[in-house]
């Protein structure tokens, strides 16, 4: 049984660490969290205390293909992250590189629209309607200076 485990598995173009348990592991993956780890891995069959490295190929590839498309395996849509896309109004979910890569067009489209969100963001101030008197110092935005003397 020992000959069987893998110290690192390489699932979705990241390497996670073998002696993690299933629902830890898929946390590594950026995209992922907790419930929707917990979630496909129930779904699956798989033990939830069971370290990844112990697992098969077939079962890695069954993973990649769950996160690719949580929706073949009964996962709501209320825990997917990309819901209603703006370019093509499919519910889906977007892990690693594609997520990045599509946060950072939704903030370019933002800030292009010159939208309230976007400009916010463009001079680094909370987007999300928090109070700016007390909190938010740091950073690049102009404050008050006190005067000298």
Known sequence: MEDDFKHLVRISRKDVDGKK????????I???????????AIAMGFDLNQKIGYIS??????????????????????????????ATGKTSHLIESDLAMTLRDDLNRMKKTRSYK??????????????TKSTFRKGSSVGVRRRRG
């Open 118 to 131: 976007g400009r916010r963001h463009e001079v680094g101030l909370p987007v999300r309607g928090q109070r």
């Open 57 to 86: 190929d077939e079962d890695v590839l069954r993973i990649e293909e769950a996160l690719k498309d949580p929706q073949k395996f009964n996962i709501p849509t209320w825990m997917l992250n990309r819901q209603r896309d703006y």
């Open 21 to 28: 348990t299933i629902e830890h592991a898929l946390t590594d």
């Open 30 to 40: 950026k995209g992922v969290g907790i419930s929707l780890s917990r979630s496909l």
